[in-house]
């Protein structure tokens, strides 16, 4: 079956230092990545997206690109704020892209300090 | 505003008196399902629903019931909650896969369920 794994948290960083969360899949076919982060007491929400090897989704200040050479999605991004802090999942779809097929990692809990 | 409302936020019950945590989406979303959220385990699909009258079990689909009879309102009901269900749990909804190719999931606030 399909999973993800993300690396464990919490993950602490100090303002404005270069962020990456690492993300591995395991699909049959070829999935959609995506990243969802979660800010404290609030519901997940979409924060990029890449449907085909080699695409990159940006939002915000972060990316990730589709490897599927080494099927990973790693999110990073160059300069975090306290702001950044907040639960990030990263997640795939092998029905077309439909969230009725999405699977989730566990999330990985990023702190940033001032 | 386009969103997921989930009530109530928090609640605490006792173990075998039935609840009902309410989830309603104003997007005319086809869509919905449920989720909970425990520490070490992440989000797991309680149940979920394709269409009016449609609903199909997730991955841990014990111990709870849903309903969907009208497009906007996909109730969770625990008829017997038990302490192992205490959780966070999550709403959301979404356009089907032929509509909303690659189409994000909305999320709720959540709902914090204490059972004791």
């Known amino acids: 079956g399909n999973s993800v794994t993300q690396m464990e948290g919490p993950v602490t960083l100090s303002e404005e230092a270069f962020l990456t969360i690492n993300c591995t899949y395991t699909a049959t076919g070829y999935p959609s990545l995506f990243w969802y982060v979660q800010y404290p007491g609030e519901g997940l929400q979409l924060l990029l997206k890449a449907t085909k090897a080699d695409d990159k989704g940006s939002n915000k200040g972060f990316e990730a690109t589709y490897r599927k050479e080494t099927t990973s999605f790693h999110l990073e991004k160059g300069s975090v704020q306290v702001s950044d802090s907040a639960v990030y999942f990263c997640a795939l779809s092998e029905t077309g892209g439909g969230a009725d097929g999405l699977t989730f990692g566990k999330g990985t809990h990023l702190i940033i300090q001032p | 505003e386009a969103q997921v409302t989930q009530n109530p936020r928090y609640l605490i019950t006792v173990t075998g008196k039935k609840l009902t945590v309410t989830c309603s989406q104003n997007?005319?979303?086809?869509?919905m399902s449920w989720y909970r959220q425990d520490p070490g385990l992440g989000l797991r699909q309680i149940y979920y629903?394709?269409?009016?009258?449609?609903?199909d079990k997730g991955d841990v689909p014990e111990g709870y019931k849903v309903s969907r009879k009208e497009k906007r309102n996909f109730p969770l009901i625990l008829e017997s909650p038990s302490p192992n269900q205490t959780s966070l749990y999550f709403c959301a909804s979404s356009l089907p896969r032929d509509r909303g190719y690659n189409s994000p999931l909305h999320f709720g606030n959540g709902t914090r369920l204490t059972v004791t």
């Open positions: 629903s394709m269409n009016v009258e449609v609903t």
């Open positions: 997007m005319n979303h086809e869509y």
